[in-house]
């Protein structure tokens, strides 16, 4: 079993960056696919960033890969989103998510644990 709980979330202004920060319990965590997602009210959940199992590659959705980058801290069970110039669009709870899957899994139902979700919201 695995639990994920979110950090980092907050109000910022459009232009500005914010780090979320995603830590992990269980003997497993180390070896999945790390993801976060996000959710805007209305939307469907949607695939922001992940960190292949394995190889350790970071896969982006392209509306955010000039801004954002994932990463693992060290040895630490944590993983981090540092997402720069953000835009009122990239307001929403975003999600730090765990497959099994190996490869680039992008699909919600890829994933098999879930944190509670962070709120960001980007001001314009």
């Known amino acids: 079993q695995v639990h994920l709980v979110e950090s980092g979330g907050g109000l910022v202004q459009a232009g500005g960056s914010l780090r979320l920060s995603c830590g992990g319990s269980g003997s497993s965590f180390n070896t999945l696919t790390l993801g976060w997602f996000r959710q805007a009210p209305g939307e469907d959940r949607e695939f922001v960033a992940g960190l292949s199992r394995g190889d350790e590659r970071e896969f982006y959705a392209d509306s955010v890969k000039t801004r954002f980058s994932i990463s693992r801290v060290g040895t630490k069970n944590t993983v981090n989103l540092q997402m720069n110039s953000l835009y009122p669009e990239d307001t929403a709870v975003y999600y730090c998510?765990?497959?099994?899957?190996?490869?680039?899994?992008?699909?919600?139902?890829?994933?098999?644990?879930w944190g509670q979700g962070t709120q960001v919201t980007v001001s314009s």
């Open positions: 998510a765990a497959s099994t899957f190996w490869g680039e899994p992008r699909e919600t139902d890829q994933y098999d644990y």
